[in-house]
């Protein structure tokens, strides 16, 4: 089963390097990069070290599903209000 | 004027600084290395030592010597200095999660292929000795030879396997 997340979706919009995540979390930076990528599925551990780095739940990086598009999610946001 | 002759130490160091190492030691010991070259993906460079290795097994058969054996060990030599250089070369305490499950893993990869071929060997070997009434010389160098390939592969083959397990990651 494949595991989907959005670090860097979530990197981007606060401008932080791989680097700057690896080391935050104490991984190498290649990892951030292989995770990104979907090459590599993290640990619980992991997971939830990035989830804190980022100040979010870890479902909202992590998912068993296919992430919507940001547009769409914006689109749904825009109708609600 | 004439030039004034340069010293050994001198001529030692222009030699040492030709090699480039100085300027590559000084650039990864900066606080921004350019590249980081070490611990490398090393996708075809094992590839060769295995190759030899092999070709010098097959050859101790037909042609036993002590010269092809010092040259195995030259292989087994390039083995694992292609080993220390690859993406499984550096201390595995500095590993993070991902590094360890693939250094655990090709390891793992290694020894069951070796395992394998040393199971699948050996039989072979000691009937082959029988069948052509191999002399203990004879005998000897095919096991030493047998003995390189082996620390050839072990050196190579988890090397090997990571630097295929993982497709390079672009620049970012």
Not at chain 1, 17 to 24: C, E, F, H, P
Request: with cysteine; glycine share 8%.
């Amino acid at each position: 089963m494949s595991l989907h997340n959005r670090i860097s979706v979530f990197r981007a919009e606060r401008g932080i390097s791989r680097r700057q995540l690896a080391d935050a979390v104490g991984v190498n930076n290649q990892t951030i990069g292989y995770l990104e990528r979907g090459d590599y599925k993290p640990s619980l551990e992991l997971a939830l070290k990035i989830a804190r780095y980022f100040g979010v739940a870890v479902e909202m990086l992590f998912s068993l599903e296919r992430f919507e598009p940001i547009a769409m999610t914006l689109q749904r946001t825009g109708e609600d209000k | 004027m004439k030039p004034r002759r340069k010293s050994i130490l001198s001529m030692l160091d222009n030699a040492v600084r030709w090699t480039g190492m100085p300027a590559r030691v000084a650039d990864q010991m900066s606080d921004a290395p350019s590249v980081d070259r070490k611990n490398q993906p090393r996708r075809w460079s094992p590839i060769w030592p295995i190759a030899f290795a092999c070709i010098l097994f097959v050859l101790s058969f037909i042609w036993p010597s002590v010269l092809l054996t010092s040259l195995g060990a030259v292989i087994a030599g390039m083995g694992a200095s292609i080993h220390v250089n690859g993406p499984l070369g550096k201390p595995s305490l500095e590993d993070d999660e991902r590094e360890a499950a693939l250094r655990k893993d090709s390891l793992l990869f290694c020894l069951g292929l070796l395992a394998a071929l040393n199971g699948l060997g050996q039989p072979i070997l000691l009937i082959m000795s029988q069948w052509q009434n191999w002399q203990t010389g004879h005998g000897a160098m095919v096991v030493i030879s047998a003995l390189i390939l082996n620390a050839t592969l072990l050196g190579t083959l988890p090397t090997l396997y990571a630097s295929w397990s993982f497709r390079r990651l672009p620049k970012e």
